[in-house]
């Protein structure tokens, strides 16, 4: 089993980084996690095969998380996929997601695979269902529309990703005992958390955190400074 990072950037566009996304590989299968930018290209500069994908999470409904779903659909299906593929995330994420693709006409595309939508409840501890041996559990955090923070349980560790959020106890909860904790760090904005905040959420819960997605360049050049000021833990990239 193992997790890449495809993208870490935050909503301002960033020449050198994609929209954050992560992808997990268990038992031959890929769970894509995060859908802005461009995942199927990522995947395949990874030497990852996107028609290995099992599913997608997304953690909530803004562009840069979900605005890359439409070119991933279709690269599959100009491939001939044809097994299901599951979209999971809240309620109204999944409501944009697919009006997102209803603009597209996905369902005139001929031979179209199967999507299984999954909501997940914006509640702690909601589990989103796969068919291998990973266990990905849920927590409701703090940003400016409803989004799901994520555990994601593999045999080798624990990583927890944070989606974008202020600090809030329900994430502190979720990634406590986590071997990895993938933080945004966008800045001081309402429903984010600058670096030095990250790293006092990554204290109490887990040996090494990375710093995701800062916005500008400027910051980026400082965020690993003031993350390691603010924790003793090892960050381990930005
Ligand atoms: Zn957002």
């Known amino acids: 089993m193992s997790l890449w990072l495809l993208g870490t950037s ?18 031959g299968c890929l769970i ?66 697919r009006a997102l693709l209803e603009l597209f006409e996905w369902r005139s595309w001929n031979g179209m695979f199967p999507v299984n939508w ?38 080798e560790g624990v990583a927890v990703y944070s989606a974008d959020t202020e600090p809030c106890p329900e994430l502190i909860r979720l990634a406590r005992g986590a071997d990895v904790l993938i933080h945004e760090a966008t800045g001081s904005y309402p429903g984010h958390t600058p670096p030095e905040r990250a790293g006092w959420v990554a204290n109490p819960c887990c040996e090494f955190y990375t710093p995701r997605a800062c916005c500008w360049r400027r910051i980026n050049a400082t965020a690993v400074r003031r993350t390691r000021q603010a924790s003793p833990r090892k960050v381990l990239a930005r």
């Open 10 to 27: 935050g909503a301002v566009p960033d020449p050198r980084r994609d929209y954050v996304s992560l992808v997990v590989e268990d038992a």
């Open 32 to 97: 894509l996690i995060e859908a802005g930018g461009s995942p199927f290209h990522r995947l395949g500069r990874m030497g990852l095969d996107p028609m290995r994908l099992e599913g997608v999470f997304l953690s909530h409904r803004h562009p840069d998380h979900l605005s890359g779903l439409p070119v991933l659909l279709m690269g599959l299906w100009l491939q001939r996929r044809a097994r299901p593929l599951w979209i999971a995330g809240p309620e109204d994420t999944l409501e944009r997601a």
């Open 118 to 155: 999954r909501p997940i409840p914006l509640e702690p501890g909601a589990v989103v269902e796969t068919t291998g041996g990973i266990r990905l559990i849920t927590a409701p955090v703090s940003h400016s529309v409803p989004t799901l923070a994520i555990r994601i349980e593999l045999l």
